[in-house]
């Protein structure tokens, strides 16, 4: 069955770093999605991407982060400076033209 | 504001006692209401949709209805693999997913 796949799986970096998260979506899939899930809280709504652009972000999604597809199948995440409230798993989804999203993984990152 | 309420935070069961997940939501224009399965450290695992009141979906011990302001979870006769946090999110308009605290359920053999 064709899952979201998600690297590093773990990252530890220092405060101030930038960071790449890396995502594969599932092959067919057009939408794509970036959520939060800080330790013991809920999960957040980061950014979607569809069509090479951002189609919504919230307002976590500041100026330090940004998305980007490099090809065709790579989903990434840039922290450029880090900060320790950055400490969080962080979630890619993607889906086809059904509403389901289909989750990875996550990246756990944690920032010192 | 669109909102998504879980109940209770936590529910613990013994193996066969079935119960109810609710998750109350407030949103303009439902696109879909969905149920998600989180255990620790992994990425929440897909289980139904719903698009509109009245719909039902079941998938082995599990039940999800939806009404106007809520849906439920139902679990039939648990066993202590479906321990885990139970999420609900919904989807109004435009792209954002809305998800709730989860509902983290224990069940003892």
């Known amino acids: 069955e064709p899952e979201v796949t998600q690297t590093p799986s773990h990252q530890v970096t220092q405060m101030g770093q930038e960071v790449i998260l890396r995502c594969v979506p599932i092959?067919?899939?057009?939408?794509f999605y970036w959520y939060r899930q800080i330790l013991g809280q809920k999960v957040e709504f980061l950014v979607s991407f569809y069509n090479n652009e951002i189609s919504e972000k919230s307002e976590i999604f500041d100026d330090q982060f940004s998305v980007e597809r490099p090809d065709g199948s790579n989903f990434t995440l840039k922290i450029r400076s880090t900060k320790l409230e950055d400490s969080a798993m962080y979630f890619c989804?993607?889906?086809?033209?059904?509403?389901?999203?289909?989750f990875g993984p996550g990246t756990r990152l944690l920032v010192l | 504001e669109d909102q998504v309420t879980q109940s209770p935070e936590a529910l613990r069961l013994q193996e066969g006692e079935s119960s109810s997940l609710n998750c109350s939501y407030t949103?303009?224009?439902?696109?879909?209401l969905f149920w998600y399965r989180q255990d620790p450290g992994k990425g929440p695992e897909f289980l139904f949709t719903l698009y509109s009141a009245g719909e039902e979906k079941e998938k082995e011990r599990l039940k999800a209805t939806l009404t106007k302001k809520e849906s439920f979870l139902h679990i039939t006769a648990p066993k202590p693999e479906d321990s885990a946090t139970y999420l609900c999110a919904v989807k109004a308009g435009g792209f954002k997913t809305i998800f709730g605290a989860g509902t983290r359920l224990f069940v003892k053999a």
């Open positions: 949103v303009s224009g439902l696109r879909g």
């Open positions: 989804a993607s889906f086809q033209g059904q509403e389901t999203q289909y």
């Open positions: 092959s067919n899939h057009l939408y």
